[in-house]
């Protein structure tokens, strides 16, 4: 299904739970507290119930109809309904998806608007109190209570006026205070040090609980000088509403569950962290990082906090970014020059970075590792990877078990596995070279393709015909798997 023939999506964070709801993809939980039960569930509902979105409702200790919702993307057809898509669409046409979306990426402009939910509560000054969120501490090893992890970050280029929006964790500390953390070169780090280094401080603006379509948006790379909230218009389908903020003057969702704005003035540092993080583990410590100093809080009546949760992958980070980051691999193989490419798959438990399957229809010898070493260090695929492994078009490189036969029954090690050294990574790949403040990391790249020059000879694949399937299918349709 093109871009175009989806259905237009509601911007409502409420619409989109009743749509999870009737699919059931959701779940609700009354009475799980803030210091660990509601994080102690969502790690459970990821490895033992199947992976649902999870509502925690009557939070001890706030007011009434304060919730929490965790696990936003951690499904493929939740990610695909979010999107307008069939639930039963696949993983590798939600790569398509992805590809065709990141290729020629639809924009439609935001429309200021003077009204919306979001304004049901407002607050300035003394009345600020950052503190009736229940922000969870959502690990127990956590340094703090993160407000921000399913959010939007929001700043402006000071020179191009350029709005920029990403995901960016920000932690809560007192009633007018939180901090945020950016890791170095992305936007938000490079417009905040444009203010700071005119010496200004920098107006931003967090937003926590949007429809997730929009939410995806903050955390996909889009190119530098690109305004997302047109980006996010494009993948919804109409124009996003937003109002003004009136102190920073910064696009805000007008149906947003909860927002605030203020500044973050230059050397202003506050102690963050550590937060758990995507890798699965406690990576990055507890440093001091830029402070936000309210001006304004904003919430909607019985306002609902999203959580993106990072965890041991899978998690709520790998999911959508995994499909995401295939889709954008898939359209740069195909820019460098690479022919024949089936499919791309980032494996869910890599991470969404660290895990690459490629799946292709040789033409030539050669061909396999040409497209494992550019899936390797292409824009998408370079930073923190460690493994890509290339498959023939008979793998989907979405099922892991075919792809692990072909590792087992179509590569020679000897020559087939290319190790290289000194490649992009991060202080939160717990393997990148512990000597080298620039992080740089070793991977390797499996060729598990059928040998070219022995292609003529290979053995027949032991599986059922096309001819057989069908009468199969004719025959006994009724004890098949629905839809097989
Ligand atoms: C749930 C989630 C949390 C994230 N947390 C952070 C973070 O704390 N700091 C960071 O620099 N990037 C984080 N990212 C990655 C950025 O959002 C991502 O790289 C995005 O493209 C950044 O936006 P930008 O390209 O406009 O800088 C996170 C992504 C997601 C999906």
Known sequence: MSIIERRPQSQDLRDWLVQMESAGELVRVKGADRERE???????????????????????????????????????????????????????????????????????????????????????????NLLDIPAPRWHEGDGGYFIGTGCMVIMKDPESGWVNYGAYRVQAHDKKTASVMISKGKHGDILMRKYHDKGKPCPIAVVVGVHPGLFAVAGLEIPFGKNEFEAAGGLMGESIRIIRGPVTGLPIPAEA???????????????????????????????????????????????????????????????YRGTARSGVVWAELEAAGVPGIQGVWSH????????????????????????????????????????VVVVDDDIDPADMDKVVWSICTRCDPRDDVQLLHGCW?????????PDDKHNMNSRMVIDACTPWNRRDTWPAVVCNTATLEQHVRERFGEVLPPGW
Request: net charge negative.
């Open 38 to 128: 509601i994080g102690g569930i969502v790690d459970i509902a990821m490895r033992k119930m199947g992976r649902p979105a999870v509502l925690f409702e009557d939070i001890p200790n706030y007011k009434p109809g304060f919730r929490v919702l965790a696990n936003l993307f951690t499904s493929v057809k939740r990610i695909a309904l979010t999107l307008g898509l069939p639930g039963t669409t696949s993983e590798v046409d939600l790569v398509r998806f992805w590809r065709d979306y990141m290729r020629d990426a639809p924009t439609i402009a935001p429309t200021e608007v003077n009204t919306g939910a979001l304004l049901d509560n407002s607050f300035e000054g003394d009345a600020i």
């Open 257 to 319: 569950e909860i927002a605030f704005e203020g500044y973050v003035h230059k050397d202003d540092l506050i102690e963050e962290g550590p937060l758990g993080e995507w890798t699965g583990y406690y990576a990055g410590g507890r440093a001091m990082r830029p402070a936000i100093r309210l001006e304004r809080l904003w919430y909607r009546n019985d306002p609902i906090l999203t959580g993106a949760i990072p965890g041991i992958p899978p998690n709520d980070d790998t999911f």
């Open 348 to 387: 869910e438990a890599g991470g969404s970075r660290m895990w690459l399957t490629v799946s292709i229809k040789q033409m030539y010898a050669g061909h396999s590792k040409q497209a494992g070493l550019i899936a390797s260090q292409c824009h998408a695929g370079a930073y923190a990877n460690r493994v």
């Open 425 to 433: 990574s991060t202080h939160l790949d717990p393997m990148s070279y």
